[in-house]
């Protein structure tokens, strides 16, 4: 199975500020890489799709680069609705695994 | 609109069984791969489950290979996750989803595979 990393677990930001979440293949993906929002009691939200394309609807704060192991989530102008819990995922390979989800708290 | 409604989840005992079932509406369901992906208290995402349109093909992740088993009925638009010996560390909320591809032009011969509609979820807790 293909294991993902992401850094950090946890991190802290302001309102207006901007975040960078890393993920990291065990072995290269190409860019078969998803990233998700979570908040707590809500279902989980595609935000990005291999790599770097938009999901219809999110708004442009969000953005995904990289390809083979490295990829990167950057979040833009924060406000208090993007305080939530992020997961890359592969889909590389089945099964498809997800990394173990950073967290967004509000400083 | 297109809505997953899990239900099913509870109270059972180690090696006890579970069924969830999970009702689709506002798309074709029949055309759809579905997924069954849980959440532990605490912890990430899991994935744990897929079957394909028609039903071709059907994987499970390790920790769940031979306990449980993931059927569709296309007819009542509804997946399901039967749970057998299940243990303490089953204990999640089990979410439905299903599964995508897309393409990403320029590049016509690749297929992206994505996770676009997600129930609520059903909290199974497995304790004595």
């Known amino acids: 199975d293909i294991q993902m990393t992401q850094s950090p677990s946890s991190l802290s930001a302001s309102v207006g500020g901007r975040v960078t979440i890393t993920c990291r293949a065990s072995?290269?993906?190409?860019?078969?890489l998803n990233w998700y929002q979570h908040k707590p009691g809500k279902a989980p939200k595609l935000l990005i799709y291999a790599a770097s394309s938009l999901e219809s609807g999110v708004p442009s704060k969000f953005s995904g680069s990289g390809s083979g192991t490295d990829f990167t989530l950057t979040i833009s102008s924060l406000q208090p609705e993007d305080f939530a819990s992020y997961y890359c995922q592969q889909t590389y390979i089945t099964p498809r695994t997800f990394g173990q989800g950073t967290k967004l708290e509000m400083k | 609109e297109v809505h997953l409604v899990e239900s099913g989840g509870g109270l059972v005992q180690p090696g006890g069984s579970l069924r969830l079932s999970c009702a689709a509406s506002?798309?074709?369901?029949?055309?759809?791969?579905m997924n069954w992906v849980r959440q532990a208290p605490g912890k990430g995402l899991e994935w744990v489950a897929y079957v394909t349109s028609g039903a071709n093909r059907i994987d499970y992740a390790d920790s769940v290979k031979g306990r449980f088993t993931i059927s569709r009925d296309d007819a009542k638009s509804s997946l399901y996750l039967q749970m057998n010996s299940l243990r303490v560390d089953d204990t999640a909320v089990y979410f439905c989803?299903?599964?995508?591809?897309?393409?990403?032009?320029?590049?016509?011969?690749?297929?992206?595979?994505?996770?676009?509609?997600w129930g609520k979820g059903t909290t199974v807790t497995v304790s004595s």
């Open positions: 506002g798309f074709t369901f029949s055309n759809s791969e």
């Open positions: 072995h290269p993906i190409s860019n078969f």
């Open positions: 989803v299903r599964g995508d591809l897309t393409i990403v032009p320029p590049d016509y011969t690749r297929l992206y595979y994505y996770l676009d509609v």
